[in-house]
């Protein structure tokens, strides 16, 4: 076994740094360098170049310091390096670190801190430092801070081997074997010191060592070294003692054992014996040296045999400049150079120490670092499992589930919560949600937005089914009523009832029917525009035609009040010529409409866009809005108001002469339905079911329209037609004279006897009538039904 202090020896001594052995372990001892006073501090110093064999401390890379100092071994940096890059592959982002304190402990986790730092995607749960001569309390203190952050399972350790099995101890004393995922550094290496009986606690531990090979010439000439053939070694005789533990002369000072050394022992036989891991290292930084030195002798003394003047003249950047350029095959095989900074190429072998049913615990190769990263994943075991098992994690936050995005914590780049992507929005990347668009909602998952699905009110729909069935009830008894009319067309009663304007109100009354169906089936430019044109045509027309009934009727009491001749314009080609003046008024509006908005249709994604967007539904509708429905239908409600002032006028008519008692009550009950209809029309403007309610609320209220006129004018006649046709029997004709003397004596009858002088009744009703035998019940039957049309 070589000591470090008989290798030491073997380097050149520095005049600016002193070179010092620390305490490292038995099997493996480390050789570092202490730094002294910068050679630069004292330019009158002689500069001698260095090659270190074991020195791996990181800021002796520093060129502006140790300028003049090369190693053959990698620096803890390219270890750092290393470490980060097996962590990454393991998909670990929160780690902890553990160093033991000291240039070895505290550089390399320095190096691995900000090599990780640089990397990105790694963060550092907690960074502990285990003090010199730490006692089991500041162990046990050390797994408890660890514990604090418990996702952080993942540990880069870099320390002695004293701290790692310490460490080791408490874990187990912890109760947390198996919890913590241990990567080594070389310190660790391959060792089974740090970890004996404690190989539960270190099952799974990733270790690095750098790369390399046992040395057999080196076996041969160590093991062959005896007392006798020794010259070289002033330490070995001390080493012969420890080695075979017996005394050699009485002047020993080894005092724990009387067994005297014969000298015959053999190393490697009457001892176990390893080869100490740094002998490639010390063979390579010789073999530099020599290199360089005989590179140097090359071309400072070309044809010298020696050494020239001119290589004794030479100072130590001259022979530096020749020690970085030197390049050839180690003893290991492996291709030994310098960087700028005077480091050799970073190579390590990964170890994974493991545990089977079948075979003892023992360290695995399970990779190499060779300026990048080749890890056999699919070798790795870990605590608790088998080698197919995946790495456990070890990380600050779970990973968010799908359509949530990352909410990071300040300062700590690896943490996060989790915020589901809400309302309308999906996950864009993993940090942030962004709206769909006004037409769009989220997919299920929030990873995309998806079209909004287009509905409209289906025939098949509550809110469709009972105005349907109104209207179709309607339209059946609409068209029964026209038909009786066309089939009794020269009755009397159909006559007196005014036929022309019959139709035209029954033909009205069959479009307020129609656009129940109109209204329900789905939209398209068509139908669209014979919406615009349907939707108040049917009650123009119908309103159209009651208003020139009564506003007739109007005018004939009114005039025959005064006089005995007839107004004007109460023939039935007037009254149809007045009628289509009022619809062509609605009709002009319908035009000029749709001048100046053709009709089209829209999907309105507003009317039902629900909070919860699997709610919502994109409804087809036609292009009118709220406004123009009732614009369009503003002018009907003209004429039905109109209508409804005139048959409040005419309401003392006596109902013998005329209709307008039917007709008033017909427009009593219209008006009612409609004041209903308006505040529940806009009432549910921000409903989500306004297609809906709007649409049925629009059509039952025509279809009741429609209903009343239908049921108040109509029914009664139709009734008299059908099964009382003794009634529907032509009567004596009667001047128009006749007729309003009649009407206005029957209106003045009507009055309270105290408010007409006594017998005034009496003469007038003697005086407007000629002599008639007939009975005052008889006169009333007769002019209702004459061919006079009131």
């Known amino acids: 076994m070589l000591w470090c202090?008989?290798?030491?020896?073997?380097?050149?001594?520095?005049?600016?740094?002193?070179?010092?052995?620390?305490?490292?372990?038995?099997?493996?001892?480390?050789?570092?360098?202490?730094?002294?006073?910068?050679?630069?501090?004292?330019?009158?110093?002689?500069?001698?170049?260095?090659?270190?064999?074991?020195?791996?401390?990181?800021?002796?890379?520093?060129?502006?310091?140790?300028?003049?100092?090369?190693?053959?071994?990698?620096?803890?940096?390219?270890?750092?390096?290393?470490?980060?890059?097996?962590?990454?592959?393991?998909?670990?982002?929160?780690?902890?670190?553990?160093?033991?304190?000291?240039?070895?402990?505290?550089?390399g986790v320095e190096a691995f801190m900000q090599l990780s730092k640089e990397a990105g995607g790694i963060c550092i749960a907690q960074s502990l430092r285990i003090p010199h001569n730490s006692k089991q309390e500041d162990y046990d203190k050390t797994i408890q801070q660890l514990l604090e952050t418990q996702h952080s399972r993942a540990v880069v350790i870099f320390a002695s081997e004293e701290d790692i099995r310490g460490v080791l101890n408490a874990t187990k004393r912890a109760n947390q074997v198996g919890h913590f995922l241990w990567i080594g550094s070389d310190s660790w290496g391959a060792k089974g010191s740090p970890i004996h009986q404690l190989e539960e606690v270190a099952v799974g531990a990733i270790t690095i060592l750098p790369k390399r090979s046992s040395i057999k010439g080196f076996d041969e000439y160590f093991t062959g070294l005896t007392l006798e053939n020794n010259?070289?070694?002033?330490?070995?005789?001390?080493?012969?003692?420890?080695?075979?533990?017996?005394?050699?002369?009485?002047?020993?000072?080894?005092?724990?054992?009387s067994r005297k050394c014969t000298g015959q022992e053999r190393i490697g036989i009457d001892s176990r014996y390893e080869q100490e891991g740094k002998v490639q290292f010390v063979i390579d930084g010789v073999y530099a040296m020599a290199y360089a030195l005989h590179s140097m002798q090359r071309d400072l003394c070309p044809e010298y045999p020696g050494i020239c003047p001119d290589m004794e003249a030479a100072e130590g950047k001259t022979l530096l400049k020749y020690i970085r350029n030197a390049s050839f095959n180690g003893s290991a095989g492996t291709s030994v150079m310098f960087n700028k900074n005077g480091d050799a190429p970073g190579r390590y072998d990964l170890f994974q120490f493991q545990t089977t049913n079948n075979s003892d615990p023992g360290y695995k190769a399970v990779g190499q670092w060779v300026e990048s990263l080749q890890l056999r994943v699919e070798e790795l075991q870990w605590p608790g499992g088998d080698g197919e098992d995946e790495a456990p994690i070890s990380v600050c936050s779970l990973p968010c589930k799908v359509g949530e995005r990352k909410k990071r914590v300040k300062g700590m780049p690896c943490c996060w919560h989790c915020e589901l992507c809400d309302g309308y929005q999906y996950q864009h990347d993993e940090t942030s949600c962004r709206l769909c668009a006004y037409n769009m909602r989220p997919n299920p998952n929030r990873t995309a937005c998806q079209p909004i699905p287009i509905v409209k009110l289906e025939w098949s729909s509550p809110w469709a089914v009972i105005p349907v069935f109104l209207a179709m009830l309607g339209i059946v008894a609409t068209i029964f009523v026209m038909a009786t009319f066309v089939r009794h067309n020269d009755t009397p009663i159909v006559r007196a009832s005014g036929r022309e304007l019959s139709y035209v109100l029954l033909t009205g009354i069959f479009l307020c029917y129609i656009i129940t169906?109109?209204?329900?089936?789905?939209?398209?430019?068509?139908?669209?525009?014979?919406?615009?044109?349907?939707?108040?045509?049917?009650?123009?027309?119908?309103?159209?035609?009651?208003?020139?009934?009564?506003?007739?009727?109007?005018?004939?009491?009114?005039?025959?009040?005064?006089?005995?001749?007839?107004?004007?314009?109460?023939?039935?080609?007037?009254?149809?010529?007045?009628?289509?003046?009022?619809?062509?008024?609605?009709?002009?509006?319908?035009?000029?409409?749709?001048?100046?908005?053709?009709?089209?249709t829209v999907?309105?994604?507003?009317?039902?866009?629900?909070?919860?967007?699997?709610?919502?539904?994109?409804?087809?509708?036609?292009?009118?809005?709220?406004?123009?429905?009732?614009?369009?239908?503003?002018?009907?409600?003209?004429?039905?108001?109109?209508?409804?002032?005139?048959?409040?006028?005419?309401?003392?008519?006596?109902?013998?002469?005329?209709?307008?008692?039917?007709?008033?009550?017909?427009?009593y009950t219209t008006c009612i339905v409609w004041l209903a209809f308006i505040p529940i029309f806009f009432?549910?403007?921000?409903?989500?079911?306004?297609?809906?309610?709007?649409?049925?609320?629009?059509?039952?209220?025509?279809?009741?329209?429609?209903?009343?006129?239908?049921?108040?004018?109509?029914?009664?006649?139709?009734?008299?037609?059908?099964?009382?046709?003794?009634?529907?029997?032509?009567?004596?004709k009667r001047s128009f004279k006749a007729v309003v003397t009649a009407a206005t004596m029957s209106s003045r009858l009507s009055q309270k006897p105290s408010e007409r002088p006594n017998g005034e009744a009496k003469t007038e009703l003697c005086e407007s009538q000629p002599a008639d035998p007939m009975s005052q019940a008889t006169k009333k039957t007769y002019v209702s039904y004459n061919n006079l049309r009131i």
Not at 232 to 256: G, I, T
Not at 544 to 572: C, D, H, M, W
Request: glycine fraction near 4%; include cysteine; proline fraction near 6%.
């Open 5 to 107: 202090g008989e290798i030491i020896k073997a380097e050149p001594e520095v005049s600016c740094t002193d070179a010092v052995i620390t305490s490292s372990p038995a099997d493996e001892p480390r050789c570092h360098l202490d730094v002294g006073p910068s050679c630069s501090e004292e330019p009158s110093a002689p500069t001698i170049p260095q090659i270190s064999y074991a020195s791996t401390a990181p800021e002796l890379s520093d060129d502006r310091r140790y300028d003049f100092f090369s190693r053959v071994v990698p620096p803890d940096s390219f270890q750092a390096q290393a470490m980060v890059d097996i962590i990454r592959s393991l998909g670990w982002s929160y780690v902890s670190t553990i160093a033991s304190e000291g240039s070895y402990g505290e550089k």
């Open 517 to 600: 169906f109109l209204m329900i089936g789905k939209p398209d430019a068509g139908v669209c525009a014979f919406r615009r044109i349907f939707l108040g045509l049917g009650m123009c027309i119908s309103y159209a035609a009651l208003l020139t009934k009564t506003n007739r009727i109007y005018r004939i009491f009114e005039q025959g009040k005064q006089t005995v001749t007839a107004p004007r314009f109460i023939s039935p080609t007037s009254q149809i010529a007045i009628t289509s003046s009022l619809i062509c008024v609605q009709l002009l509006g319908v035009l000029v409409w749709f001048a100046v908005d053709p009709p089209n």
């Open 231 to 257: 010259r070289r070694n002033v330490w070995f005789a001390e080493f012969w003692e420890e080695n075979f533990d017996c005394r050699l002369l009485s002047s020993s000072k080894r005092e724990d054992t």
């Open 603 to 667: 999907v309105d994604y507003d009317e039902q866009k629900t909070v919860n967007p699997v709610l919502a539904r994109g409804v087809l509708k036609c292009d009118i809005t709220d406004l123009q429905i009732i614009c369009s239908l503003g002018y009907s409600i003209l004429l039905m108001v109109t209508c409804t002032v005139y048959a409040i006028k005419t309401r003392d008519v006596p109902e013998d002469f005329n209709e307008a008692k039917p007709i008033g009550f017909t427009m």
């Open 683 to 732: 009432g549910t403007a921000q409903s989500a079911e306004k297609l809906y309610i709007q649409t049925t609320t629009l059509t039952i209220s025509m279809n009741l329209s429609a209903s009343v006129a239908l049921g108040m004018l109509y029914m009664p006649k139709v009734y008299v037609i059908l099964f009382h046709p003794e009634l529907n029997v032509q009567k004596r």
